[in-house]
């Protein structure tokens, strides 16, 4: 089968507004390039980072934020990939009438398509995808490269993220694992709002949690949690569930984990206080930090006093009690 790739070239503050008008087009899939991941890394800002890094990705240091997306080379894919240009054509008018500011640029936003065969790109990202420390407890090791434990207390989580989001190495996937660490303890129950690839679900479970539930409005998602959760062994501890948080779903927790982005997070805010036991825990990230205060009122004026907020690179991660 053949698929449409079509790229989104935009800066590193566009990357969160396009992927919200993404979503808002029913599009969840998506690959972020984003060259500043890689000179993080470079500049050790975490004292688990890797000495060693694949010359291949070093080159990408210098090259343009994107996002890329897939669609399958047929008319109704071919549809799909116009609506999403006339969608980036929409965003950036609205860029240059300055309603998002003056201070920020989305970049060029220019869209180019081509036709891949699926063999040629399926699998090319997984060259990529290393064993990384990402706090200083928890490793994500992707399923087809080895890893041996540098320490006894260390945590291993096997994943394979395959068409769904989360690879476990971004900064704000780190930001939530910590903020885990610190307020989930046992006996818990911990609700994890838009699953993934089901990784916080499954560092809940090896931090000790027996009780579960991870949701996701992808069908892809959902099944590629699944099969995480069973690589890793965690079956009847972790339920994966088709679910939208603001209808269907019946369950009480803890502690509630959202890795989004911002405008889901304050638009969620309302209905994960109706899902968090009294003085629950609510930990949400996917926050760019110039949205920090903006959406620490909107968790606030549901309800929440904030605990603490972490920050690491551009993002940061926000702990809030239910009143």
Not at 187 to 203: E, H, T, Y
Not at 275 to 293: A, C, P
Request: proline share 2%; aromatic share 8%; with cysteine.
């Amino acid at each position: 089968m053949n698929y449409i790739e079509t790229k989104i070239y935009t800066s590193r503050y566009g990357i969160e507004h396009i992927l919200n008008t993404l979503s808002e087009m029913g599009i969840e899939d998506a690959v972020i390039e984003d060259p500043a991941d890689v000179e993080e890394l470079m500049d050790k800002k975490n004292s688990y980072d890797w000495d060693y890094v694949d010359a291949s990705v070093m080159e990408q240091i210098d090259e343009e934020p994107a996002i890329i997306l897939y669609m399958e080379d047929s008319d109704q894919g071919k549809e799909k990939v116009q609506d999403v240009k006339n969608a980036m054509e929409s965003l950036k008018e609205r860029m240059d009438r300055g309603e998002f500011g003056t201070d920020f640029s989305f970049g060029r936003m220019k869209v180019e398509d081509k036709t891949v065969k699926d063999e040629d790109w399926k699998d090319n990202w997984k060259e990529f995808f290393k064993p990384a420390k990402i706090t200083e407890r928890i490793v994500v090791k992707p399923t087809w490269e080895a890893y041996e434990k540098q320490s006894e207390d260390e945590l291993i989580i096997e994943i394979d993220p395959g068409m769904a989001f989360g690879t476990g190495t971004h900064e704000t996937t780190t930001l939530c694992i910590k903020l885990l660490e610190k307020y989930t303890k046992e006996g818990d129950a911990v609700l994890d709002v838009g699953c993934g690839s089901g990784i916080l679900s499954i560092a809940a479970a090896l931090l000790g949690i027996k009780n579960i539930l991870g949701v996701d409005i992808d069908p892809v998602a959902v099944e590629v949690s699944k099969e995480n959760v069973a690589l890793n062994g965690f079956s009847d501890t972790i339920q994966i569930q088709y679910g939208d948080l603001t209808k269907g779903i019946d369950y009480k927790a803890d502690v509630v984990v959202a890795n989004l982005m911002a405008d889901l997070v304050m638009m969620l805010s309302c209905d994960v206080a109706r899902h968090l036991k009294n003085k629950g825990v609510f930990i949400s990230s996917g926050i760019l930090i110039e949205k920090q205060q903006q959406v620490s009122e909107a968790i606030k004026n549901n309800g929440f006093e904030i605990i603490e907020i972490l920050e690491q690179g551009d993002w940061c991660a926000i702990a809030a009690r239910l009143k």
